[in-house]
């Protein structure tokens, strides 16, 4: 079956531009995430949704981050203002419900995004 | 909070022969321990994981791993270097519980199979 998709895979913008990326997790996956690989390091997380809302938003760097998941599938997170120091890949995993049994993260290829 | 440190963040082996990634973690409590294989272009993929009693794991295209609690490590091996096995790999961990699906990366090691 399908993976996770994300759109678009690489996003050039300019400092102080807003910018929007999407996710598609896997159907019929509830639990959704967000990471964040910059150059040199490992995947750092961001926010983690079971179904609609988000139950984790913890690793947002601060207010200009946001994402929505309206309808439990598709997720958008949103970049406002954004600076050089945003420039990294964004990643998406989904996996089934998220509780105390451990289930796997599957990811999607990512977007990369470059803050001129 | 949880910690990875993976050894060497380029490692460089010969086909053929033994690939060995080192992580090791910090915290009070065994978490899950996960390594992850990342090809250019592509998304992370689960190699293995350990989540119970079993410390030596093994995963998909002849890798395992052992947790071993008394030196805090998670170390990756293969007994034979493929060229297809280039790739940059990735230790995680969670806590076990409610918070599981949090994980903490490492750096990453960047392997490199020369033929």
């Known amino acids: ?54 139950a984790d938003d913890s690793g947002l760097p601060n ?34 419900t998220s509780g105390t049994t451990y289930n796997e993260q599957f990811f999607g290829p990512g977007t990369r995004l470059t803050v001129l | 909070a949880q910690s990875v440190t993976q050894l060497g963040s380029h490692v460089s082996v010969s086909e053929g022969a033994l690939v060995l990634l080192r992580c090791n973690y910090s915290s009070s409590v065994p978490p899950y321990l996960f390594w992850y294989v990342q090809y250019p272009n592509q998304g992370l993929q689960l190699l293995l994981k350990y989540t119970s009693a079993a410390t030596l794991v093994k995963g998909i295209n002849g890798f395992e791993a052992e947790f071993k609690k008394s030196e805090t490590s998670f170390h990756l091996t293969k007994p034979s270097a493929h060229m ?16 599981n699906y949090k994980l903490t990366f490492g750096k990453g090691t960047l392997l490199t199979v020369n033929p």
């Open chain 1, 1 to 54: 079956g399908a993976g996770v998709s994300q759109t678009p895979s690489n996003k050039v913008t300019e400092k102080g531009k807003y910018v929007e990326l999407r996710c598609d997790p896997i159907s019929g996956h509830t639990a959704l995430y967000w990471y964040r690989q910059s150059l040199g390091q490992g995947p750092e997380f961001l926010i983690y949704f079971q179904g609609t809302g988000a």
């Open chain 1, 63 to 96: 207010d200009r981050f946001f994402a929505v998941r309206p309808e439990g599938s598709v997720s958008t997170l949103k970049i406002q203002r954004t600076e050089r120091g945003d420039s990294a890949v964004y990643l998406c995993a989904s996996s089934l």
């Open chain 2, 84 to 99: 297809s096995d280039a790739a940059e790999y990735f230790c995680a961990v969670s806590d076990r519980g409610g918070s």
